[in-house]
T-cell receptor, first 115, second 112 residues
Framework: GAGVSQSPSNKVTEKGKDVELRCDPISGHTALYWYRQSLGQGLEFLIYFQGNSAPDKSGLPSDRFSAERTGGSVSTLTIQRTQQEDSAVYLCASSVRTGGNQPQHFGDGTRLSIL | DQQVKQNSPSLSVQEGRISILNCDYT??????FLWYKKYPAEGPTFLISISSIKDKNEDGRFTVFLNKSAKHLSLHIVPSQPGDSAVYFCAAHHLGAQKLVFGQGTRLTINP
């Protein structure tokens, strides 16, 4: 079956521009997560959604970052007024539900480069 | 602070031998530990997990060992195969927070 799909796969933009990254989770998965991986680093948690509950935004690095999940399915991560330190691979994951015994399945990520 | 640490950035093992990847953690609120494998330009792929109440979990060539008193876990791959060459991430699930905390990864190279 289809896995987690992310678009675009690559995005190059100028400093100060806004960007939107999209994630289509696995059908039927109620939990959706965003992470980012900076060069040479592990994955850093950003935000997660579980069903219709309020999202956990505790990992968002600044108020320039926001995310939404429409209809309990597709999610978009928006970065406003991008900075060079925002350059990273942004990864989306989904799981059947939250819980440590529910492995998160990842998409291939969006590589974001800020010039 | 780094709550999950993989102190070896790289490891090289001969094909057919055992690969042992290590991970240390500091937070007692982790209830599950997971290992992911990542190829270049792809997302991480789930390999195996272990509950914090267990000390061993085995799945085919992959075995994860957990030593709670030492706050240490390891992934054993035996026998190692060329397709195992990838970056391996250790991750810990935070009870209540529902997020995964990742180590920095270990690049495993299997030599023929």
């Amino acid at each position: 079956g289809a896995g987690v799909s992310q678009s675009p796969s690559n995005k190059v933009t100028e400093k100060g521009k806004d960007v939107e990254l999209r994630c289509d989770p696995i059908s039927g998965h109620t939990a959706l997560y965003w992470y980012r991986q900076s060069l040479g680093q592990g994955l850093e948690f950003l935000i997660y959604f579980q069903g219709n509950s309020a999202p956990d935004k505790s990992g968002l690095p600044s108020d320039r970052f926001s995310a939404e999940r429409t209809g309990g399915s597709v999610s978009t991560l928006t970065i406003q007024r991008t900075q060079q330190e925002d350059s990273a691979v942004y990864l989306c994951a989904s799981s059947v539900r939250t819980g440590g015994n529910q492995p998160q399945h990842f998409g291939d990520g969006t590589r974001l480069s800020i010039l | 602070d780094q709550q999950v640490k993989q102190n070896s950035p790289s490891l090289s093992v001969q094909e057919g031998r055992i690969s042992i990847l290590n991970c240390d953690y500091t937070n007692s609120m982790f209830d599950y530990f997971l290992w992911y494998k990542k190829y270049p330009a792809e997302g991480p792929t789930f390999l195996i997990s272990i509950s914090s109440i267990k000390d061993k979990n085995e799945d085919g060539r992959f075995t994860v060992f957990l030593n709670k008193s030492a706050k240490h876990l390891s992934l054993h791959i035996v026998p190692s195969q060329p397709g195992d060459s990838a970056v391996y991430f250790c991750a810990a699930h935070h009870l209540g927070a529902q997020k995964l905390v990742f180590g920095q990864g270990t690049r495993l190279t299997i030599n023929p």
